[in-house]
């Protein structure tokens, strides 16, 4: 399992939201928000959104997975993560999904946020399996980097070696595909 770099920020939606997403008891949909930049997050909380329209309750788990830090080579210095590009890297990377939250806080979804060093397809498999998510959303734009790489065959990849887990893109309006396998 990937360990974390940043501790899970909770933020809950408030008490009226939580009002209108179902009755009390009700099973949460869990979903997987891989986010690369800011932008991504518009498709997937949409797709959420969409789901509590339709009375079902939500919870969103937001997801960057940064690369995974290579193996310092005896007697060869590395660089940490305070010293220059390590740090702004991860102040880039906080103030994103800082953004990515506040977007989703506007929608009334309740979410976590999460960042997670290592290769991006067992990445996000994995977290998806650690944190019981029945749904991973992927922006489906043509415009966004995510297509163009899971195009290459990476979606497909995360929809065969999914452990339960439905992989499905969501377009601009909040409508979702299954991942072509």
């Given at each position: 399992?990937?360990?974390?770099?940043?501790?899970?920020?909770?933020?809950?939606?408030?008490?009226?939201?939580?009002?209108?997403?179902?009755?009390?008891?009700?099973?949460?949909?869990?979903?997987?928000?891989?986010?690369?930049?800011?932008?991504?997050?518009?498709?997937?909380?949409?797709?959420?959104?969409?789901?509590?329209?339709?009375?079902?309750?939500?919870?969103?788990?937001?997801?960057?997975?940064?690369?995974?830090?290579?193996?310092?080579?005896?007697?060869?210095?590395?660089?940490?993560?305070?010293?220059?590009?390590?740090?702004?890297?991860?102040?880039?990377t906080?103030?994103?999904?800082?953004?990515?939250?506040?977007?989703?806080?506007?929608?009334?979804?309740?979410?976590?946020?999460?960042i997670?060093?290592?290769?991006?397809?067992?990445?996000?498999?994995?977290?998806?399996?650690?944190?019981?998510?029945?749904?991973?959303?992927?922006?489906?734009?043509?415009?966004?980097?995510?297509?163009?790489?899971?195009?290459?065959?990476?979606?497909?990849?995360l929809?065969?070696?999914?452990?339960?887990?439905?992989?499905?893109?969501?377009?601009?309006?909040?409508?979702?595909?299954?991942?072509?396998?």
């Amino acid at each position: 399992m990937p360990a974390s770099r940043l501790a899970p920020q909770r933020t809950h939606a408030p008490d009226s939201a939580a009002d209108t997403c179902g009755q009390p008891g009700q099973a949460t949909l869990q979903l997987l928000l891989p986010v690369k930049r800011t932008s991504d997050i518009i498709y997937g909380a949409r797709y959420a959104r969409r789901m509590q329209e339709w009375g079902i309750k939500v919870r969103v788990s937001l997801l960057h997975v940064t690369p995974a830090p290579s193996r310092q080579t005896e007697g060869v210095p590395q660089q940490s993560a305070g010293d220059g590009v390590g740090s702004m890297l991860d102040a880039a990377t906080q103030q994103m999904m800082h953004e990515a939250g506040l977007y989703l806080s506007r929608s009334r979804i309740d979410f976590s946020t999460h960042i997670f060093a290592g290769e991006l397809l067992f990445t996000i498999l994995d977290t998806a399996e650690l944190l019981g998510c029945h749904e991973v959303i992927l922006p489906a734009h043509r415009h966004s980097t995510w297509p163009r790489h899971f195009s290459g065959g990476l979606a497909g990849k995360l929809a065969r070696g999914s452990r339960g887990t439905t992989i499905l893109l969501a377009n601009h309006e909040g409508v979702s595909s299954p991942v072509p396998v």
